[in-house]
């Protein structure tokens, strides 16, 4: 968890809270969570539950660019719980939500004039125009257009009467809040995943330079304990009889020295690489200072 925190404080994990939050935002306001009603009408002016028979498009001819939403449910369906929820998605517009029962339509006005709350401001206003917007529809119950038409009817006595704005509803498209939710997303997963190979590939290499030092480390004891063999060797024929073996060891004892001073200038430049044959040059020296042992 501490490290969960820690990693929070960064620029980056600031960074991915502001996309997840952005995210969120507008799947939100995208009506993502919302349900069909809600959906539907964030786009257009009428929505018919299922089972409803209504021609939709004609429906929405009729209404025309009007600030006016209906929505049809079925019979027994909760109008006024449907018309609170439709705050946002129809947010600026005076929404009807009828349900025919028996002979009649039961009806229930919800005013979002003000925006993607109830109009608390113009509470007079908006009662007037939920009280009336419905008003006259009960002979047309099986004539749910006709029924429509007089509910616009309504919605233009209202209009001129000031009780409702004369203007024109604007739509919010849903798709630039779903493309702002996938930026965001596709921000917060990538930056992750590149994070994780990132780390992945920092530490495949860490792990792959501390095998090469333990490596480099093992070749070097080998070369180490090659060379204090030669150097041995050489001490101990130092002063063996015979010319032909003197001259012999003096030789060896100058390759001796050139193989040491190349092995210290590997040291110094990191050529770890060169000390397989470094350790076979020693190895072969040995073999021929040990040719000139006198019980050889």
Known sequence: MTRIMRQLGTWFGLGTVACL????????????????????????????????????????RIIGNRRLVVVLLGPGADLSSTCDGLGNAAAGTLVLVMAREDDEFDTYGCGFLAGGDIDEGGFGERAVA?????????????????????????????????VLPNDARTFSPSLPRYLIATAAITAVVGGALTLYLAARRAGGQVVASSIRREESADSRAVLSAEMALVARQIIDLDG?????????????????????????????????????????????????????????
Request: net charge negative; charged share 25%; proline share 4%.
């Open 21 to 60: 939050l952005l995210a969120i935002w507008a799947l939100w306001t995208a009506g993502l969570f919302e349900g069909p009603a809600a959906r539907t009408v964030r786009t257009t002016s009428v929505y018919a539950a299922p089972g409803i028979e209504l021609d939709t498009a004609a429906a929405e």
């Open 130 to 162: 939920e009280s009336r917007i419905g008003a006259g529809i009960d002979g047309f119950v099986d004539r749910p257009l006709d029924a429509l038409k007089v509910v616009v009817l309504n919605y233009d006595q209202l209009v001129d009467l000031d």
């Open 240 to 296: 063996a009889p015979g010319h032909r073996r003197a001259a012999q060891h003096a030789h060896l004892a100058v390759a001796y020295s050139t193989l040491l001073d190349e092995i210290t200038a590997a040291d110094r430049d990191g050529r770890s690489s060169d000390y397989e044959q470094f350790t076979a040059r020693a190895r072969t020296l040995s073999g021929k200072l040990r040719g000139l042992s006198p019980g050889y």
